[in-house]
């Protein structure tokens, strides 16, 4: 019998420039496919540890199901874990469009001095972007740009801390150090908070918001999610479906 085809997993040579090393690994999620059934086919918890999000990521590549935004993100980890020039760290939006709150999240990239993004989305300019933005808000405004093409107004900006290089790690990513209410805000104060945070993320100032008192994290975190989710299951379907 024929075997369906596996995209094969890509590999880094020394040839490759970072952009086209992530090229590759963007055009492998996109050979995956965006995944539009309506079902999760990796369950991805957010408070895991590094380690544990990298067996998942093991187990898309052997799988080789089509995936959403969140699979995406750590697909990417663990495709760029080898290239410690490569810095990896979560931006995650919400946005608003005819009534209903959504979610997306792509994996943000910082190397050489240039910013770009991996990730998969329903739409084209919604995931991966060029590595080639000088500054983190003009990377974060061409998201914002792209997302009023599709009428969305994006109320929230969250940008975590760059990911460990570290496969083994017991530590869970941090995807939320910045949230920014940008809705509120002008674009110069947006521009200005980004780059505090892009000069201490780059100076590796920043700690975990969670290392201050993670026992008060974790306990606030169960007691709200089990409520969270028997109040709006849809919402939590389309969260994931329209990004």
Aim: glycine fraction near 4%.
């Amino acid at each position: 019998c024929v075997q369906p085809s596996v995209p094969p997993v890509p590999n880094y040579k020394l040839s490759m420039s970072i952009p086209e090393w992530l090229q590759a690994i963007q055009t492998y999620m996109k050979m995956l496919q965006y995944n539009h059934t309506g079902t999760q086919f990796f369950e991805i918890r957010k408070n895991r540890p590094l380690s544990g999000l990298m067996e998942t990521a093991k187990e898309m590549t052997r799988e080789s199901l089509p995936i959403k935004c969140l699979e995406a993100v750590i697909l990417g980890i663990y495709l760029t874990n080898g290239q410690p020039s490569v810095e990896r760290f979560p931006i995650s939006f919400k946005t608003h469009f005819s009534g209903n709150y959504f979610h997306h999240v792509v994996l943000g990239i910082y190397c050489n001095g240039r910013y770009g993004s991996l990730g998969m989305s329903r739409r084209s300019d919604l995931m991966d972007k060029p590595l080639t933005y000088r500054t983190l808000s003009d990377l974060i405004f061409e998201f914002e740009d792209s997302y009023k093409k599709y009428l969305h107004s994006v109320k929230k900006v969250k940008i975590g801390l760059y990911v460990p290089h570290e496969p083994h790690s017991f530590q869970p990513i941090e995807w939320k150090q910045l949230v920014l209410n940008i809705s509120k805000m002008m674009r110069t104060e947006v521009r200005k908070e980004l780059e505090k945070f892009a000069r201490d993320m780059r100076m590796k100032i920043l700690k975990p918001s969670s290392a201050h008192s993670p026992m008060k994290e974790r306990s606030r975190g169960k007691s709200l999610s089990p409520r969270r989710r028997q109040a709006s299951p849809q919402r939590r379907a389309c969260r994931r479906d329209k990004s």
